[in-house]
Structure formats: C-alpha cells, structure tokens
C-alpha cells in the first residue's frame, strides 16, 4: 500500500540521511556530550579525516536540523537541537 507523503517526511529524510553516515552519529554525540564544540575540536577528535571533511558532515547535521551552529568570532560553535528528533519519534511511534 503507499501512502501520501506526510508534512514530517522531508525533515524525517534528512534526519535519516544524516544519520545514515557512522562519522555524522559519531559528530552528533560528540556534540551532545561536549555542548559548544568548535569545529577544530571536532576536527581535532577525527584525525583520520581531513577539517574539510568534517565541515561537510557538520553541514549535513545542521541541514537536517540536528544541530545548530552559532558564529563566535573566527571560530563556530556547535549544539545539538533536541526539538529536531520530533518528527523521527512521531514516525517510530506510529510504526509497528
């Protein structure tokens, strides 16, 4: 059966394509267990991966909604949004 599209479903489409990438989850707990991370510290925690890089999947996380960025100066600091899991807890909790 399909079903029409839900007013949540292009936001619940970008919460799971951003977390559909393990270095993105690893980004948003790093986010959630030290609130106000810059991005150099971010990019400091993954040095497997180049500052470039972790700038693209920050960008992904705050397209999505699941994070929030805010300029301080040179530097930008980062925090997770919990309002923005909403539509992916409402999709679980009318699923079976």
């Known amino acids: 059966m399909v079903t029409m599209a839900g007013p949540d479903d292009a936001t619940l489409d970008g919460i799971c ?9 690893a980004l948003w707990s790093e986010i959630g ?3 106000g991370a810059t991005t150099a510290d971010l990019a400091d925690a993954h040095p497997a991966i180049t500052r470039w890089a ?3 999947h920050l960008a992904v996380l705050r397209r999505s909604g699941l994070i929030q960025t805010l ?7 980062h925090y ?3 309002r923005a899991l909403e539509p992916l807890r409402r999709w679980l ?4």
């Open 33 to 35: 267990a030290a609130p």
């Open 54 to 56: 972790v700038m693209k």
């Open 80 to 82: 997770r949004d919990a």
């Open 93 to 96: 909790a009318t699923t079976d």
């Open 17 to 25: 394509h951003a977390f559909a990438d393990p270095t993105r989850r």
């Open 71 to 77: 300029p301080e100066g040179r530097r930008r600091r």
